[in-house]
């Protein structure tokens, strides 16, 4: 293969534990691979941005990728990394939460391509809904024995009552085993030699591989594990999670304004490790990003370039112009302007927390002098006094334009028909919604 997938990955610091071999066999020949997904919702948040980037990377190096999306594995719940069972979702949920994912999966990798390494999509409840109990039992857990499945970390945990562990059911016991079959079947399908998945699926994975190895008795059968690290922030805190949860790929859950927020905020030391997970750019693009950001930190160089990567290739190159002009609308020349060109949800977003008031239209068509709009109509201000001072101090203005005392608001003022902005100093903004 003219691009090495592992040497790639690993200066990315995307490699946890590899298997050996497999390097070797990704250097060899075009190989196909899997990565599954969980469909404990209907859609992904950015906690499964990793492994769709490394199905990207592997057909950019010119292999096969297989999303498989976990539809009889979600109906069990995975026990790695958990300190509990898991509430089971009910067959209604659990379709809709496929479907959802599949519809994400697809922006990221072409199912229709005609390639030689073209995508695939799969869904594990396909080939798992007909298997009997006692077939699976006499074929599959005959393989692995209850010693092996024991040593596995994530069953450890729930067993030795680490973590506030519960112990672990029979039915999330069998998860690792359907795990398994699900890489024998995918091997026998489509000939897949490798799944891939974060650290923590490192024992679901090797299950994998051993039951490749068994139920292929005679045959000279191979099967790798590849996995990388889980993310972390470097202050401790749980990375993908803001202070309204989740941060998702869908701009209905999580705004495209909010998503590139998320990285724009990023620390100085998660963007210089994040900058080579979640992007494609090369190493000497790379290398001399954090150079110049070195050389002077306050322009956020970093954040900038990885807020806009990750928001175009997430969202589109519109999106992720739309998120900065809003970014930058605060500190826009023409803010009046630039204002009026935002939709009502990313103007929203943009002064989420800011304090509000209504007004009734009327008032504003007939004209609101500026103390009645700082404290009688809206309790921006405890009085008019206060209202009165700011105006004599020439601190107030009303969309980003100083005024004075005799203003009147009117409809003229209007954003989206809707909306004021007043302000009092540079650190008090208000939203007057007129409704």
């Not at 200066?11 to 196909?32: A, C, F, N, Y």
């Not at 492994?51 to 539809?71: D, N």
């Not at 650290?199 to 590849?226: C, H, P």
């Not at 826009?332 to 989420?352: C, G, H, P, Y």
Request: glycine letters at 6%; a negative charge; one cysteine or more.
């Amino acid at each position: 293969m003219a691009n090495n997938l592992v040497e790639e990955l690993r200066w990315r610091g995307m490699v946890h534990d590899i298997m050996p071999g497999t390097e070797d066999q990704l250097s060899k020949e075009m190989t196909t691979a899997y990565i599954g997904f969980d469909p404990t919702s209907d859609a992904l948040h950015i906690g499964s941005l990793v492994p769709i980037i490394l199905l990207v990377h592997l057909e950019k190096a010119g292999h096969k990728p297989i999303a498989l999306v976990g539809g009889a594995t979600g109906m069990i719940g995975d026990p790695s990394g958990k300190s509990d069972e898991r509430n089971l979702l009910d067959e209604a949920t659990l379709n809709r939460n496929v479907a959802g994912i599949k519809n994400v999966l697809s922006r990221f990798l072409d199912f229709d391509s005609t390639a030689k390494n073209a995508p695939v999509l799969v869904n594990n409840y396909d080939w798992m809904k007909n298997f009997s109990f006692i077939d699976f039992a006499r074929d599959v857990g005959k393989r692995i024995t209850v010693n092996y499945m024991m040593a596995k970390d994530s069953v450890k945990k729930r067993f030795s009552g680490e973590e506030g562990s519960i112990g672990m059911s029979f039915t999330e016991f069998t998860y690792q085993l359907i795990q398994g079959y699900d890489f024998y079947h995918l091997y026998k399908e489509y000939n897949c030699l490798l799944q891939m998945g974060g650290s923590d699926q490192w024992g679901n994975i090797t299950t994998g591989t051993e039951l490749v190895r068994r139920m292929n008795v005679g045959e000279e059968a191979k099967a790798y594990a590849m996995t990388c690290p889980l993310i972390t922030k470097a202050d401790g805190s749980k990375f993908g999670k803001s202070e309204g949860g989740n941060i998702w790929l869908n701009a209905d859950k999580t705004s495209v304004y909010k998503f590139y927020q998320f990285w724009l905020n990023t620390s100085d030391e998660d963007a210089e490790k994040y900058i080579k997970i979640f992007t494609f750019l090369d190493k000497e693009t790379i290398d001399e990003l954090i150079k110049t950001h070195k050389e002077n930190p306050g322009f956020r160089a970093l954040q900038k370039k990885l807020a806009e990567e990750v928001t175009t290739f997430v969202h589109s190159k519109e999106d992720f112009e739309t998120a900065e002009k809003a970014s930058n609308i605060l500190f826009s020349k023409s803010f009046k302007t630039d204002i009026k060109t935002l939709d009502e949800n990313t103007f929203l977003d943009v002064f989420e927390g800011v304090p509000q008031a209504t007004v009734k239209r009327e008032d504003i068509e007939s004209g609101i002098d500026m103390i009645a709009a700082l404290s009688a109509k809206t309790n921006f201000l405890n009085s008019n006094g206060e209202a009165r001072r700011a105006l004599k101090e020439n601190s107030v203005s009303v969309n980003k334009e100083k005024v004075k005392e005799d203003y009147l608001l009117t409809v003229d003022d209007l954003i989206n028909d809707k909306y004021i902005i007043v302000n009092k100093g540079k650190k008090n903004t208000y939203i007057i919604v007129v409704s």
